[in-house]
């Protein structure tokens, strides 16, 4: 077959796994499971096999007509470059990883046929938009995305938490996407297509006449899918659904979706200085707030949420300073460890009974019972806290490398004060990392007090994967320098001043946060609170939903716990009550939009209820009353009704004589 075709087959063959696994649910419940792992690990090996064809060489191009228009056609395009076939290789592999993991994860779950269905949609979407080379192609798959999210996030619909983080996530990223889909007819009217490679072409040439109103919509689009500020509130919300779905859109899909965006149609975000700088803002923002907001949070899963949206922070810094190979550089190195991380806590979460990582603290044997998820979560967070060799260290030193360029001038395509702003805030971001990443570790590996209940040896298919999105955490770096054909021919090998900076501020962080940790042990003496005991033979998914309740009634919230042993409270200081809660932008946004919204709503519910239905009733009343005056005349009797017209005759008669004198009086 040709390398179109397989690229076809791609996004194609989780579409079919999901609509046979929806027709087959019930009526055949023995194929979910092949039906959900076989059509995704088929595609993640077609995606090598495009990957190894296409070489990072030239482009792929393939169209067709869908439909004319009349004014700006729509294709059914492909666009295989080094990016595209990059990064489907990873939605590929992470996807087969977190499918192969839910099969033991969700083994009793009633819901595992429709869950196990929208994991292969979500994954065919996001295919989709890597491969597709128009934008109203991508637009399809970027909106499949969204609603697949409502749904798998929602998966515990029985707990608030998850209805709630549901609703949130799907209004958040719809507030982005509508002046993105504006933004998108504004670039289709000013190039005069909607085909990538024709855009691109228009751009060189001068053709984009209003290139900072169409960046800026577009990126409200992106912001809102990929979790930045100032719409990033969502993401630790939707920890509330299961650990795979985390696992899944925060390595591969949802998330990555509008960095990719951005890199896919970087010359159009390169042609107004000022959309970058604004970017560029947006990223530290994100950055350093996440970092600050991870160092708080209590829910394992949680202080995760908040390190992707610091890691999503900057591949947009790679973009804001116009790398686009640095940032899918640490796209793809992200999106191993992160999976790892993710798939990881799941483990722990079953093992220990919680997500609280106060209560972790007060426990002991982890390390004994889980060694699997011990281990590959150590090289993940070395990875996250960018310590060498792994990739983490590779990827996010090519971004700081590229802001270096750009401060010191050495590359023109952003203005300096974009790279001057993303190389403080990257800096300063990896001393966060670095110290969250330690604060994790040792408060959910190096706790003391009673062993954890004991729920038996922890499934093959869960713990196998970890160590199969291990390599690449491992190795992936390590390849940066045959990987240039496929980054725009751009190095992405450190340089030595950035390299020993940030590895000197992270191994600082580290340590502080290690130093605090050792200060504040002394008080996990106290009794232990908001450990969840549930019973040891409950699959991981139950557990999980368990903690999550338990969690919020016993310390009020989902993110926090009063634990003074935390390193963290210490290191934060007064700051800590503000990064706990995000800053309160939540509370910000609801005060501003909420609640306005709410109000103008009821008024106009009042409006229509006590105004125009009043007219509506009166109306009905008037004609309803009008009925039944007729009504009682119309009783039956031919007497009454001959009396009837006789009466009304003389009557029409006298009126007629009357009006005759009358008028013949005149």
């Known amino acids: 077959m040709t390398t179109t075709t397989l690229a076809v087959l791609v996004p194609l063959l989780p579409f079919l796994g999901a609509a046979a696994g929806l027709l087959l649910g019930r009526s055949a419940p023995g194929f979910v499971r092949p039906l ?17 064809r296409q070489g990072g060489g030239r482009p792929i191009d393939a169209a067709t007509q869908l439909t004319p228009t009349g004014s700006v056609p729509i294709d059914l395009a492909l666009h295989l470059d ?33 869950y196990a269905a929208l994991v292969s949609l979500f994954t065919s979407a996001m295919l989709l938009v890597v491969y597709s080379g128009d934008l109203m192609v991508l637009l399809v798959g970027w909106e499949i995305m969204g609603i697949c999210s409502y749904f798998l996030v929602g998966h515990y619909w029985e707990t608030p938490e998850a209805r709630a983080a549901s609703l949130k996530a799907f209004l958040v990223t719809k507030l982005g996407d509508v002046p993105f ?10 190039t005069g297509t909607f085909r990538i490679t024709g855009i691109l072409a228009a751009v060189t040439n001068g053709g984009l006449d209003h290139p900072t109103i169409v960046a800026l919509l577009l990126l409200a689009g992106v912001a809102g899918k990929s979790a930045q500020f100032p719409l990033h509130t969502w993401l630790p919300d939707a920890m509330a659904g299961p650990t795979p779905v985390s696992a899944l859109i925060h390595a591969a899909t949802m998330v990555a979706a509008g960095i990719y965006f951005v890199a896919r149609l970087l010359p159009v975000f390169a042609a107004s200085g000022a959309a970058l700088v604004v970017l560029a803002v947006m990223a530290a923002v994100t950055m350093v707030g996440s970092g600050l907001a991870a160092l708080a949070q209590d829910d394992i899963k949680r202080v995760l949420a908040y390190s992707t949206i610091g890691q999503l922070g900057y591949m947009s810094g790679a973009l804001a300073v116009g790398d686009r190979g640095a940032a899918v550089f640490h796209l793809m190195s992200h999106g191993a460890f992160k999976a790892v991380l993710f798939l990881a806590a799941g483990v722990v979460i079953h093992a220990a009974g919680t997500n609280s990582l106060a209560a972790m603290s007060r426990m002991g044997g982890l390390t004994k019972r889980i060694p699997d998820a011990y281990w590959t979560m150590t090289v993940a967070l070395l990875a996250l806290a960018a310590i060498p060799p792994f990739a983490g260290f590779f990827s996010k030193e090519a971004v700081l490398v590229a802001a270096e360029h750009t401060a010191f001038g050495d590359r023109d395509v952003a203005p300096a004060a974009a790279g001057w702003t993303i190389l403080v805030a990257g800096l300063a971001a990896a001393v966060l990392t670095a110290a969250y990443a330690t604060r994790l570790w040792l408060l959910a590996f190096r706790g003391r007090g009673p062993e954890a209940p004991d729920h038996g040896r922890q499934p093959v298919a869960m713990t196998s994967v970890l160590w199969v999105l291990a390599v690449p955490t491992i190795a992936f770096g390590l390849t940066v320098g045959t990987l240039s054909d496929w980054f725009d021919g751009h190095s992405l090998t450190p340089s030595l001043t950035t390299a020993v900076l940030s590895t000197g501020v992270g191994l600082v ?20 609170v908001g450990a969840v005991a549930a019973h040891p033979d409950a699959e991981p998914a139950l557990v999980e939903a368990e903690a999550m309740t338990s969690h919020t009634a016993a310390y009020g919230t989902i993110a926090d716990a009063q634990d ?103």
């Open 82 to 114: 080094g990016f595209a076939v990059l990064v489907a290789v990873l939605v590929g592999i992470v996807a087969t990883c977190v499918q192969i993991y839910s099969t033991a994860y969700l083994k009793d779950d009633v819901r595992y046929p429709s």
């Open 36 to 52: 959900a792992v076989l059509p995704t690990l088929t595609a993640a090996v077609l995606a090598v096999v495009v990957a190894a």
């Open 509 to 528: 962080g580290g340590l502080v946060t290690y130093g605090a940790w050792r200060h504040t042990t002394a008080l996990a003496d106290r009794p232990p």
């Open 564 to 666: 003074p042993s935390d390193p963290g409270r210490l290191l934060l200081g007064p700051l800590h009550r503000h990064a706990v809660t995000g800053f309160h932008l939540d509370a910000l946004y609801t005060a501003v939009f909420v609640r306005p919204v709410a109000a103008a709503a009821r008024l106009v519910r009042f409006l229509d209820r006590e105004v125009v239905e009043t007219y509506v009733r009166g109306s009905g009343s008037i004609a309803r009353g009008l009925g039944t005056a007729v009504r009682r005349a119309q009783t039956g009797n031919v007497q009454t009704y001959l009396g009837a017209l006789l009466a009304g005759t003389l009557v029409l008669a006298i009126a007629a004589v009357v009006f005759a004198n009358v008028y013949a009086g005149a």
């Open 181 to 190: 889909l504006i933004g998108l007819f504004a670039l289709a009217a000013d």
